[in-house]
């Protein structure tokens, strides 16, 4: 294992795959710690495709949002490629869900900062390519990280992605969220329902807008849908605060029999401690 590279000291290794590894590793500058992804040798030894990495990770250091994993640096040393990110501790929201449905008020929450997020993203002309429920973290704050933001065309085959692929994303983590199960296209929005009856139509009408593949319908931009989310969230807390009281339980009357109850035992009260009176 890599014990140094540049200002990075290597303490352990957390995960592997997609553009190379990750280590968890400490910043000697400025004494935090880092998660630091090692570019595979495939990509970094290779001239054009290194470029072309170089091209794509730089301006990934200029996005700064709370719900985006930050990138600190893009550097080289001795050949090697590598990432400087945020630490994010956590679970991956998959984990999270862990194959059952997640409360939809606190589905919808994770969404507005997904949204939110991308776009900040897509407003600096950056696309995440990959979004799914393994590279967002749940933080021990309650609140969610996105990773490998802008890396989705190294993490998987193919480099074409738009801005229309990451809100079709967003569409497919939140079903995740509310179903407890991976989106595919033989679901339909009349399964969810049967998957997790107490979703709210509000809910229930962003996921289909998200999710459809007519351009008329949907969101022009995860901006758009961050705004629904808000709104229909400020109308389910609305009926649910307004939501009227119980009545109180009380006993039913039936044709005044039960003050004739009451009655009658006043009068065998008085009469028994009247007999004990002439007893004496």
Known sequence: MIEMLGQY???DQIGSGGIGDLYRA???RVGRTVALKVVSPEIAGDTQRRALFLKDAAPLTSLNHPSIASVYEVGEEKGTLFLATEFVPGDTLKRVIAGRG???RRAMDY???MADALAEA???GIVHGHLTTANVIVTPKGTVKILEFGLGPWTRSG???EKRDDIFALGTVLFE???GRPFGDEFTLAEQRAISREVPSELDEIIGRLLTRDANRA???PATAAAELRAATEAIDKRTEYRPAPAPLTVKKKGGSLGWVIALLAVLVVAAIVWVIIRR
Request: aromatic share 4%; net charge positive; charged share 15%.
């Open 9 to 11: 000291k290597v303490l």
């Open 26 to 28: 400490r910043d000697t």
């Open 102 to 104: 997640l409360n939809a």
């Open 111 to 113: 969404a507005i900062q």
């Open 122 to 124: 897509h407003a600096v």
């Open 159 to 161: 480099r074409a992605n």
């Open 177 to 179: 969220i509310v179903a």
């Open 219 to 221: 969101y022009s931009s």
